[in-house]
């Protein structure tokens, strides 16, 4: 991991605006150099002469990562600064940025009554502890130690989500508001990176806690409907589904969806035949409507084991999911609007949405909808967009799960709220 000097800077007050204003900012750049580009942003954002109290900002990888770090560090260095590498690109109220891969995007808050702490670490082999680490550091920078903030905004390294989600919740307690998307390049070959202000890493996490003066709302859902095929987990070793039913699951798997049976001799990547028929597991149901969380099958192995992105533990029945171009690129309006909904009389001042970046490769000649439906919920506040290999989010049982080709929308609404400590009961 590559660490800077650190320099603190003092805050700087905004320029015609109240001591207790609350704004959001959001810009995204694809100018030829990162400096060109880190630079724009900055001005665009109006963060040249007012450093902004949090930052996170998501890029392309045909970015030098490194590069962006640098640049972030002295163009937008704020002691909360958050990076993470995006399929392809990003997307905003601007439109959507995936077509050269080198798209910068920002999404800025001001909020001098407000708390807000970023911190890195590699995530080794432990994850739950380092998880556990990243959070004290992170609420120690935030001023807020022992307290439970409002909100996690995660990236990290894809891999070991479920791990890291328990880390952080084993130092705010539970329930616990985590949100975020893991970090993704544009071919799942490992060259995705993570960034705070301490440094630079490919397989680390990076959590910012925080603790905003206005109410935030969350939700976390997907554009896939269950079909009729089901059965149950009899075997499974983590990320490994090895038996439906008593039988290999990589076949279960492949007759279910109509994919052509593994060939006996090598393994079958089917990642991106799999982005339309993944498996869900149900986590709850609501008005007699089941929410499933989705599982993304990789390679079926000669074996017969199924590799996924994400755990399904033996004895959960599971479902083949059915999605459309048509409801993935109409979903994440919905599901913005009803994140809104949860805000009824509040103005928004702005939203952070992650979108699974395989949806996106499967509807990527729809995304002007996609952008447009979610310009539409926010009622044209500013949005940043981000395409990550791994979805977290909140379920309607009250905590922050891990799951595949889900879409996450947060909405930032203006009216003042109270922080509450970690002692008060539930964190948020």
């Known amino acids: 991991m590559t660490k800077p000097e650190i320099r603190p800077e003092a805050p700087v007050a905004l320029a015609g605006e109240s001591a207790a204003s609350f704004r959001i900012a959001t810009a995204v750049s694809e100018a030829s150099s990162v400096a060109d580009a880190i630079g724009n942003l900055a001005a665009r954002l109006g963060a040249t002469n007012c450093k902004p109290d949090f930052v996170t900002l998501h890029y392309g990888t045909m970015r030098a990562a490194e590069e962006v770090w640098k640049e972030a560090v002295a163009h937008l260095g704020c002691g909360a600064l958050h990076g993470g590498s995006s399929c392809h690109g990003v997307m905003s109220d601007e439109g959507p940025a995936i077509a050269t891969g080198t798209a910068i995007g920002a999404f800025a808050i001001w909020d001098p009554q407000g708390a807000y702490g970023t911190a890195l670490e590699p995530i080794g082999d432990d994850p739950r502890a380092a998880a556990q680490r990243v959070t004290r550091e992170a609420l120690r920078r935030a001023g807020r130690p022992g307290e439970a903030p ?205 979108y699974c970046g395989g949806c996106m490769l499967s509807v990527c000649t729809r995304m002007d909808d996609v952008v447009h439906g979610i310009c539409k919920a926010l009622d044209d506040a500013p949005f940043l967009g981000v395409f990550s290999f791994g979805e977290q989010g909140e379920t309607f049982r009250g905590d922050s799960e891990h799951g595949n080709l889900m879409v996450v929308a947060i909405v930032f609404g203006s009216n003042a709220t109270q922080p509450r400590s970690i002692t008060d009961g539930a964190p948020r």
């Open 150 to 354: 409002d909100l996690v905004w995660l990236t990290s390294a894809p891999g070991h989500e479920e791990a890291l989600l328990e880390g952080i919740k084993d130092v705010i307690g539970r329930p616990a508001l985590i949100v975020g998307g893991s970090s993704a390049d544009n071919d799942v070959t490992g060259n995705w990176s993570q960034f705070a202000i301490d440094g630079i890493a490919q397989d680390a996490v990076v959590i910012s806690v925080m603790f905003p003066s206005v109410p935030v709302a969350c939700s976390f859902e997907n554009g896939y409907a269950p079909t009729d095929k089901h059965g149950t987990v009899t075997r499974a070793h983590g990320r490994c589904l090895i038996e439906i039913d008593r039988r290999p699951a990589a076949d279960v798997y492949l007759e279910w969806a109509g994919l052509p049976v593994r060939p006996r001799t090598e393994s079958l990547p089917i990642l991106s035949d799999a982005s339309m028929c993944p498996l869900g597991r149900k986590s709850y149901e609501f008005d007699g409507a089941a929410f499933h969380l989705l599982v993304h099958p990789v390679v079926a192995h000669v074996d017969g084991r199924l590799e996924l992105f994400a755990h399904i533990p033996e004895g959960e029945e599971i479902w083949l999911m059915s999605g459309s171009e048509d409801s993935l690129a109409k979903r994440a309006g919905r599901i913005t609007a009803a994140c809104r909904d949860q805000l009824p009389e509040d103005e928004v001042t702005g939203g952070l949405i992650v």
